[in-house]
């Protein structure tokens, strides 16, 4: 099993509409997370960190079920400018050291 | 001025040839990060500094060889690589290791080709 999980995509949806992403991780005992978004042949950047009582920035919201071991990401009303890959980051302990485990990411493009 | 600056950002190599990578980060940070991004694969963690010290390498094969002078100063040095080695290198750093919540910050990348 990979250590984190997501779904490739594409996910094609039209401007204006809500799009969920769900991750999950292996590790129980994994410390924090996190939504990156990566543009085309560009480096990720941090979308918005993830906290135990979901969190909302703007059109995204973010969720953590500890207990099932997923976290989600939503986006309303979709902008053509969403258009990008999503990478989801959990910072887990191994062999005694912290890391972060990066998932291949969901790619989303956004259709006018 | 971007924080994590990366040098060259597209290499070209042949499999005898050596060359490097070189990052910069101006932002203060203590930890240092070696990813390597191949296609439809995760990013993939090469190597950790934390103060320039190595605290992880993630079984990287000896053709990688990375070099920390300083906190802000990071360098991957590539000898006799193989075609599948080819890939975006991303350099990153932190504030403090992982384990401490935190982002990272990446430099744009170094696409790196190897014939």
């Known amino acids: 099993r990979k250590e984190v999980e997501q779904d490739p995509g594409p996910f094609n949806v039209p401007e204006g509409a809500t799009v969920a992403f769900n991750c999950t991780y292996s590790?129980?005992?994994?410390?924090?997370f996190f939504w990156y978004r990566q543009d085309c042949r560009k480096e990720p950047k941090l979308l918005m960190s993830?906290?135990?009582s979901g969190n909302e920035d703007g059109r995204f919201t973010a969720q953590l079920n500890r207990a099932s071991q997923y976290i989600s990401l939503l986006i309303r009303d979709s902008k053509l400018s969403d258009s990008a890959t999503y990478l989801c980051?959990?910072?887990?302990?191994?062999?005694?050291?912290?890391?972060?485990?990066f998932g291949t990411g969901t790619r989303l493009k956004v259709l006018a | 001025e971007t924080g994590v600056t990366q040098t060259p950002r597209h290499l070209v190599m042949g499999m005898t040839n050596k060359k490097s990578l070189k990052c910069e980060q101006h932002l203060g940070h203590n930890a240092m990060y070696w990813y390597k991004q191949s296609a439809k694969k995760p990013l993939e963690l090469m190597f950790v500094y934390n103060f320039k010290e190595q605290t992880e390498n993630n079984s990287v094969p000896s053709r990688f060889s990375p070099e920390c002078p300083n906190s802000s100063h990071l360098f991957l040095h590539l000898h006799t690589l193989q075609p599948e080695d080819s890939a975006l290198y991303l350099c990153?750093?932190?504030?403090?290791?992982?384990?401490?919540?935190?982002?990272?910050?990446f430099g744009e990348g170094s696409r790196l080709t190897v014939l």
């Open positions: 980051v959990v910072n887990t302990i191994d062999s005694g050291t912290y890391k972060y485990i």
């Open positions: 990153a750093s932190s504030r403090n290791l992982a384990g401490v919540s935190g982002e990272l910050f």
């Open positions: 590790n129980s005992a994994s410390q924090s």
């Open positions: 993830v906290y135990s």
